[in-house]
Each structure stands twice: as C-alpha cells, then as structure tokens.
Antibody, heavy 120, light 107 residues
Framework: QVQLQESGPGLVKPSQTLSLTCTVS??????????WSWIRQKPGKGLEWIGY???????YYNPSLESRLTISVDTSKNQFSLKLSSVTAADTALYYC????????????WGQGTLVTVSS | EIVLTQSPATLSLSPGERATLSCRAS??????LAWYQQKRGQAPRLLMY???NRATGIPARFSGSGSGTDFTLTISSLEPEDFAVYYC?????????FGGGTKVEIK
C-alpha cells in the first residue's frame, strides 16, 4: 500500500519561501505513469490544486501560483518537494501531497496533510 | 479555468435516507470527473473517478453519473460514517479544479 507523508516547517515568515517534502513509501516514485501532487486547503475552505510532477521531471502548475512555485522530485530518496516563494498570510493552509494518475484519472493516495502558518 | 459549482452547499439528512449531490461544470469535462469524501480532520479520500467508477474499497451504496457539464453523486442509504464533506474535481484540463464542496450533515 502506497503511503505519503508530508514534512517541513509549520511556521514561515511573510516574504520567505515555504518548503515542504513528501516522502513516498510502499512504492517507487519512478514506477508507472503517476504524477505526484500538491493540494492545499485554507482554514475552513475547500481544496485547491497546486500542481504536480512526473518522475521524468515534467511539471504542471496552477497558473495562480506558477510565478512563485517550484515542484521537484528526488527519485533516489523517493521524495518530491514543494517550494513556494514570497509567501503571505494568504498562503496559510493545510498542505497535502498525493499520488495522481494524470489528467484524466484521479488522486488515489493522499498524505495526512501538514499545516503551514505564515506569520511573523 | 473550468469552474465547478456544487449544490447544495449543505444537505441535512437522516441515516438511511438517500443523498443526491450535484456538480456542474462551466464547460464540458466529458466524463473526466472525480469525487472525494473528506471527514473532519482527515485527508480527502477518492470515491469515484471517470464520473461513474467506484474507487477501490468504496461501498456499492455510492454511485456517480453524468457527463459533459452535469454530474451527480448518489448515496443510496446514508450510513453514519457517510456524514462528511464531498468535493468534485474535474480532470479534463489544467489547472485541475475542485468544486466548493457539499456538506452532508445529520438532520
């Protein structure tokens, strides 16, 4: 069974860079046609797709975040990462990583989520 | 981007009743629609993909239908564990987008 676990600082100062890592276990990040996603949920709100990456390095980003966003993959560690620069309080959210089958499929395995608060 | 509108925002029902949740897309997404269930304090869980296909381990009381712009998630007889928030997500075009959610609460 595939499992995903997010990790990273729970508190980030405004204007700094939010950095999170998702560690995948129970399967190889390099296997199959899967994409590895980041989704966030602001407090009391709905879900927002941030973007995803294929192990080959191909990325798809939400245009609303693209100018500040980098998603990368480290196949040797079976991990993928999110970097969001120039954060503000509006980036405070629960950040989830997930395995995704690609554009016509679905996100079938999710991490538990990690809360990131942007505050000085 | 494709906007998904879910209705109603809240559905108040009793266990054993039938729940009908709607998701409408601002343009056709063919059958590229998924449904997720999120319980309080938990990550979303995949329920349906391709509009009408149940994900692994999802009970048969959950069913999905629709294509194009109008979709429905039906729970034939609500169990206590089904009271949660449900989100649709279009899988037709980037950026992938979610609806605003429908909360199914105990009446």
């Amino acid at each position: 069974q595939v499992q995903l676990q997010e990790s990273g600082p729970g508190l980030v100062k405004p204007s700094q860079t939010l950095s999170l890592t998702c560690t995948v276990s129970g399967g190889s990040i390099s296997s199959g046609g899967y994409y590895w996603s980041w989704i966030r949920q602001k407090p009391g709100k709905g879900l927002e797709w941030i973007g995803y990456i294929h192990y080959s390095g191909a990325t798809y980003y939400n245009p609303s975040l693209e100018s500040r966003l980098t998603i990368s993959v480290d196949t040797s560690k079976n991990q993928f990462s999110l970097k969001l620069s120039s954060v503000t309080a509006a980036d405070t959210a629960l950040y989830y990583c997930a395995r995704d089958g690609g554009i016509a499929a679905s996100a079938d395995y999710w991490g538990q989520g990690t809360l990131v608060t942007v505050s000085s | 981007e494709i906007v998904l509108t879910q209705s109603p925002a809240t559905l108040s029902l009793s266990p054993g009743e039938r729940a009908t949740l709607s998701c409408r897309a601002s343009q056709s997404v063919s059958s590229y629609l998924a449904w997720y269930q999120q319980k309080r304090g938990q990550a979303p869980r995949l329920l349906m993909y391709g509009a009408s296909n149940r994900a692994t381990g999802i009970p048969a009381r959950f069913s999905g239908s629709g294509s194009g712009t109008d979709f429905t998630l039906t729970i034939s007889s609500l169990e206590p564990e089904d009271f949660a928030v449900y989100y649709c997500q279009q899988r037709s075009d980037w950026p992938l987008t979610f609806g605003g959610g429908t909360k199914v609460e105990i009446k």
